[in-house]
């Protein structure tokens, strides 16, 4: 047998991410049956083409997972993050999806996605230093 040696790396792997990434991918790809996920994005930019805030998803099957919502500090409270919200559930209902998914350890977000039609499923207290670890779900249609 091939002598085998652990290694660390504390800096970015693209080599190891890929890795990860393929494997993960191609081992979900068997579990859902060559049901194949994609990505939703949306984004507002400025006159100037600076993008002020964004959301991003993954489509798998009936779900969308949100893994990014970000709106600029300057830019806030304005109605942009209501909006990319109804644009990317839209889209995930126009792709088949009749749940949303997300999770967040910002306090600053909760009120907006309780405000937004989603319910908290799970909290893990203290997940990170003082910060929650809160689930959400919302069923579209």
Known sequence: MEELKLEEYKDTNKEIENYLSDAITGYGMEQLQGAKPFKLYRCY?????????????????????????????????????????SAIEQSAVNSGCNIIRLNTFNMKSHAFYLNSGFTETTRIKDYMRDFDLVYYHKKIS
């Open 45 to 85: 930019k400025s006159e100037k083409g600076k993008i002020i805030g964004a959301v991003m998803g993954s489509v798998t099957t009936n779900l969308l997972f949100i893994s990014h919502l970000f709106v600029e500090e300057t830019s806030r409270n304005k109605g942009i993050g209501t909006q990319l919200m």
